[in-house]
């Protein structure tokens, strides 16, 4: 029955899917109707993973999924998160969907199949049920992205996208298929034994992490492997990027601390590696930041630092021990910002995303002070200042660096976050500091505006209640 | 041995949220369509009302236990948490936090209710009682915190909502001023009371920062930490208590509506000091020479205050002086370790200090805002029941039995002669006689004589019965609330100092009952002088002096101020300047601009690398794979 409750969220996103997929077959059912079916069905497996809550590691279904799919505390977290953020991506979706006009039914299918992908993605215990998740998360994405045929730049993202989307998942077949070589087995207690067992590492072992390592640094878009996420973000629909930025990165992330909290062996050949790239990453991010002028693109770039930040936290956990609280907190806080500021951004932009650079919202705060206000708190909390969550996230996370005696980490992190004032406080000026041109007038439903504000009181619950997690 | 109490949370919950609502009401509002008055009057009150309520189950729940047990906790959840430091957002109502909860609750509600009449016609009504209850909520926390910490939150809570409402007419540029100057000078104190806080959490903070926690583990302390604690903390009290040196900001506080100054002066903010010493009796009790830079301190506080006193002739600074005045003696009581006597004047004063200020609001609606004594006079018939409401506010403040007043006066004075503070007896007798000097040159010129302007006097008529009401029973506290700590030789038992007991640490000093009775007639005599003089003065009408001499440097208090600001403002303010025009612009800024324009450059670079083409990002991908082969070969061998 645990087991069966446990995996209970997942059924219910799988069986929302479907149900919009067959009702999409009438021409009757509107789209927004489908945008508060796919809201209902995210908010009650938020409820329910909620209240079944987790407890120590447990396996689901031993005998039928073989030990594939584990599910703790932290994939409840990575849950939680993964299906908020589908509910507010719904939210923003709506308002957006009312003034661009291309949205069908299968729109909010997509979304939900996604996030199912995601959830296993999360639970995955083994590499190819995480192969398969992934893929079932990618491809979602891959058509969400470009879901407005007619537009170049969604048409060019997809393009991309899938191409070097499909050398990612070339890589990590290829690196499962070298594990199991080396090891016998696929799944991630197995691969822990025999790390543990043998001293000198099996050279396939080491290419298939390897490869694998490559894969799952491609879809956070860690440095070198970032370039794709600037023109992607950018070309995606407003909702779907801030999906993108969030769930997605959620779900690779847990299970790239999962693949990596497996064995102290595995973890410690990697650590040199991990601490130069999240460097890169951080500081690549941040100059690639600075140079945008669309908000869109800003934003991607500030998700590559804050991919980051929480590869610092992958630095710094501890395979003894490994809960993922740092990892989860900061996921979390990141989340609620980024997730604000694309649900803001979906009812601003306007037709056509007319507004999306940084010169258009330019005395926002005149005509729109509550708005103009809740993107500052976005954006407070993504610079990581107090009293809101990306402070806390980020503060757990300098703290876990400097008690793993990462020190040097803990201080390039903090450097970092000081350069991405620059860009964050850029937009704050802009809004609060100039006379405004524009009327900034919002056709769309009130629901997007709604989310934002909901999305505001949880930057500062997640960061006054730091123990939520 | 505790108990808890889960609806301690509530107190000050009622009154923030009283504030919350009020200042979404009035946020959401004010500009498209002004709510009613009568709606931000009626929901101001509902909080202050039911907090008194509950201050009252309280004190029957603490009543009801045996006194050892009088401890009533409730953790609401973990603050925060970071080593040794966990910080519980706790409330703690022992003995004492229960009284100042009282007749915190008490007065606040009443001059929240004399505001509704005050404040009718002001335009920004709602932002009024939104900082009003935010005040009083402020105000319970820094009382019911279970530890500094959370007493802290309070502490600055009531600086910060003084400040909004010293410049609450904030067209007047003086007012914004006296705002100012309130805030900054209590910071300086701030800042002691958070060094006191953190070097008392070094020393014996580690198993648990509450005060049931420290006072246990009190006895740790060594000598120099424990009077530095004393010192620094002291400091804290100064700024929020306007005690030397910090007391200049309360006479300007005068800028704000006169319900707030009421507020301030008698049930919020500057008894903070006061309570925060008694708080810390543990700590104090075993430093007497601390103790005794505490009573020195105030009792020249009060003589001080008391010379200004006398020579001014704004009836709020009049009063305003009183206070600061009051509190010397209060803080010369906590000095000598008489903390249930400080407390207790804390108490008593708070009624008729509430009384004072809220006649004087009376006679200055009556007036038009006319703030000045010599254009008053003859009052008495047109305002009767202020005058007569004032009168014993007066009597009680001159300490004439058997006035509240004069109770709590003497046990401090009779307290600082036991423990041998003869010094200090002698200054607080001279005090009071001033005290009844200048209380009654503001009585008799305020409403005796005959009119000084005739027109302001013409007009004059009492306010509505929502204002002379809450006077009424402010005054039946003035008048009988000494009744509560009658010491032994008038047949009563100190009651209030019993009630304390459990959460105060003293040490009472013995001395005969003749020296009790000489220094009580000793301080009746001087009173009474001081009135005869005022009497002889003032009582028949007269004219405005000219200060020359002596009475010149009063009027002016001695300067204090000009002087603070060529020695403090003035050189602050150069300093500043030599930063702002030499160092910032031409020193720092430009390594700051130097490497934001690298940063700059350094962006527009790797923009250059997103050049869009799919290939290259690809290419990137290889790169990226033989930079990370490239490693793995070197960590491998």
Known sequence: MHDFLSILPLLIIVGGAILLMLLSAFEKVQVEIASFISMAFFAAAFFVQLLVGCGPETVVFAKIFNGMLVTSNFTMVGGLIILGCGFFTAMSAHSYFKVNLFCTLEFYCMMMFAACGMLLLTMSQELISAFIALEIMSLSIYILVGYDRANVTATEAILKYLMLGAFAGAFFTMGTALIYGGTGTTKFAGIATMISATPAAHPFLIAGSFFIFAALLFKVAAFPFHAWVIDVYDGASTPVTGFMATALKTAVFVVFANFLALSAGMHSSWITFLFWVSVLTMFGGNLVAIGQSSLKRMLAASGIVHSGYLLIALVAISTDHFTGSVIGYYLAAYAVGTLGIFAALSYLGGKDEKRGTFDDFKGLAQVRPYSAAAITVFLLSMAGIPPTAGFMGKFYIITSAISAGQTALAVLGVISSILSMWYYLRLVINMYFYEAEDSFEIAGSPLATAGTFVLVVCVFAIGLYPIII | ?637
């Open chain 2, 1 to 637: 041995m505790e108990h808890t109490a889960a609806y301690l949370g509530l107190i000050p919950l009622l009154p923030l949220t009283g504030a919350l609502v009020i200042g979404l009401l009035y946020m959401f509002t004010c500009t498209t369509n002004p709510l009613p008055e009568k709606l931000y009057g009626a929901l101001a009150c509902v909080g202050p009302l039911l907090s008194f309520f509950l201050a009252l189950v309280v004190f029957f729940h603490l009543k009801g236990l045996p006194p050892e047990e009088r401890f009533l906790v409730h953790n609401a959840y973990t603050w925060f948490a970071v080593g040794d430091l966990h910080i519980n957002m706790g409330f703690l109502a022992d003995p004492l936090s229960a009284l100042m909860l009282l007749f915190v609750t008490l007065i606040g509600s009443l001059i929240h209710i004399y505001s509704v009449g005050y404040m009718a016609e002001d335009k920004n009504y709602g932002k009024f009682f939104c900082y009003m209850n935010l005040f009083l909520g402020a105000m319970l926390i820094l009382v019911l915190g279970s530890g500094p910490v959370v007493m802290f939150v309070g502490w600055e809570g009531v600086g910060l909502c003084s400040y909004l409402l010293i410049s609450y007419f904030s067209e007047d540029t003086n007012n914004v001023l006296a705002g100012n100057k309130a805030f900054i000078v209590n910071r300086i104190g701030d800042l002691g009371f958070v060094l006191g806080m953190s070097v008392l959490f070094w020393a014996i903070g580690a198993s648990g920062f509450d005060y049931l926690s420290l006072r246990a583990n009190a006895h740790n302390l060594t000598p120099a930490i424990g009077i530095t604690v004393c010192l620094l903390l002291f400091v804290g009290a100064t700024g929020k208590s306007a005690q030397i040196p910090l007391y200049v900001w309360l006479p300007d506080a005068m800028a704000g509506p006169t319900p707030v100054s009421a507020l301030i002066h008698a049930a919020t903010m500057v008894t903070a000091g006061v309570y925060m010493v008694a708080r810390f009796s543990f700590i104090y009790a075993h430093f007497p020479i601390a103790g005794s830079v505490v009573a020195w301190v105030g009792i020249l506080t009060a003589l001080l205050a008391a010379i200004f006193g006398m020579f001014q002739k704004d009836i709020k600074k009049i009063l305003a002086y009183s206070t600061v005045s009051q509190l010397g003696y209060m803080f010369a009581a906590v000095g000598v370790t008489a903390y249930s006597a400080g407390i207790f004047h804390v108490f008593t004063h708070a009624f008729f200090k509430a009384l004072l200020f809220l006649g004087a609001g009376s006679v200055i609606y009556a007036l038009h805002h006319q703030q000045d004594i010599w254009k008053m006079g003859g009052l008495k018939d047109k305002l009767p029941r202020t005058y007569w409401t004032m009168l014993i506010g007066a009597l009680a403040l001159s300490g004439v039995p058997p006035f509240s007043g004069f109770f709590s006066k003497d046990e401090i004075l009779f307290s600082a002669l036991a423990t041998g503070h003869t010094g200090i007896w002698f200054i607080g007798v001279l005090v009071a006689g001033m005290t009844a000097y200048y209380t009654f040159r503001m009585i008799f010129l305020v409403f005796h004589g005959a009119p000084r302007d005739k027109e302001a006097f013409d007009h004059a008529h009492e306010p509505p019965a929502v204002m002379t009401i809450p006077l009424v029973i402010l005054a039946v506290g003035a008048a009988f609330a000494g009744v509560l700590n009658l010491p032994a030789i008038f047949g009563g038992s100190l009651n209030v100092s019993q009630w304390l007991e459990p959460s105060l640490v003293e040490h009472h000093g013995h001395a005969s009952i003749w020296l009790e009775i000489m220094a009580m007639l000793a301080s009746i005599g001087v009173v009474a002088c001081g009135v005869y003089i005022a009497y002889k003065k003032f009582g028949q009408g007269a004219e405005e002096p000219v200060f020359t001499g002596f009475a010149k440097i009063g009027y002016y208090k001695f300067y204090v101020d000009e002087i603070y600001n060529a020695v403090f403002v003035q050189p602050y303010k150069g300093f500043g300047s030599i930063i702002s025009r030499f160092l910032e612009p031409k020193v720092t800024d430009s390594g700051v601009k130097l490497s934001s324009w690298l940063y700059q450059k350094a962006g527009t670079a790797f923009k250059a690398l997103q050049v869009g083409y799919v290939r290259i990002y690809a290419l990137y991908m290889i790169i990226g794979l033989s930079l990370m082969s490239l490693f793995l070969s070197q960590t491998i061998n």
